[in-house]
């Protein structure tokens, strides 16, 4: 837990914690506030649709008196490597990386340095777990003051529509991303949800609807045409 105080009145004090279950509710009525609520059809969703978020990787800042104003999470994903003339024909292998995102931050309590200290909090903790690489898709304007640019990105590519120059990513292991290509592909644990029914499904294998449903791969749930391509 990190108390920051720096430069800020008293009143504008915050702390950052490991969000807790209790959390979600108020972490989610933030996310529409300060994003709205088209913010599930980005590209970035698909890397987190029925996943959970990586492992010690998700904050939240609260104000004083205890209210969630900020969030922050970050996602397993891999990245395809080239072929490096050793691996011979067999190919390069995935690379692990991180989704750093949605960050956000209470419109309430905009430019107080919460996103800032999300952020270099999460970059902290994801650099002393051992993680190489973080990547996100958003303005390298803000990002940029964190160490994110496009510089490894530029082979890489969302599953669904994304700007190009928006994609970033900050590696923690110099080098971890070098020759990254492709499309970048969820590799999080699944959701409770879908734990439970592929659980279901090998105990009734073929009697349950709904094991049968969440044990393919999660897709959208929206009709096609909201859907991002
Ligand atoms: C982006 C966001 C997280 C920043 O949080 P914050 O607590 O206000 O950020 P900080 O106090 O650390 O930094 C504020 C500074 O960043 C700047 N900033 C904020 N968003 C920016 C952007 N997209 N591009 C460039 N600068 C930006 C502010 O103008 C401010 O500048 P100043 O210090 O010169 O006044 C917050 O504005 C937010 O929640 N926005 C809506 C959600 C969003 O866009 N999230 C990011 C995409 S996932």
Redesign the pocket.
């Known amino acids: 837990m990190e108390l920051v105080q720096d430069n800020l009145p008293p009143a504008a004090a915050f702390e950052i914690t490991a969000e807790a279950p209790a959390d979600i509710v108020a972490r989610e009525a933030l996310l529409d506030r ?2 709205g609520v088209n913010r599930k059809r980005k590209s970035s969703e698909k890397l987190r649709r029925g996943r959970l978020p990586a492992e010690g990787l998700v904050f939240v800042a609260r104000d004083a008196v205890g209210r969630l104003v ?1 969030t922050v999470r970050l996602w397993d994903v891999a990245v395809k490597l080239p072929i490096s003339p050793s691996s011979g024909e067999t190919g390069g292998g995935n690379a692990a990386a991180l989704l750093l ?5 209470d419109p309430c ?9 999300l952020m270099r909090h999460a970059i902290a903790e994801a650099r002393r777990l051992g993680h190489g690489a973080i990547v ?4 390298e ?2 990002y940029g003051r964190f160490g994110f640019s496009s510089a490894a990105t530029g082979r890489l590519a969302m599953p669904g529509p994304f700007e190009k120059h928006r994609l970033l990513a900050l590696e923690l292991e110099p080098g971890a991303l070098a020759g990254a290509e492709g499309v970048i592909v969820a590799t999080g644990r699944a959701a409770a949800r879908l734990r439970r029914a592929a659980f279901d499904q090998s105990r009734y294998p073929r009697s349950s609807t709904a094991a049968r449903t969440a044990t393919s791969p999660p897709t959208c749930r929206r009709r096609p045409s909201a859907c991002p391509a």
């Open positions: 300060a994003m900020g995102g949605p960050l956000a931050v309590a905009k430019s107080a340095g919460i996103g800032s200290a996100l898709v958003g303005d304007a803000y």
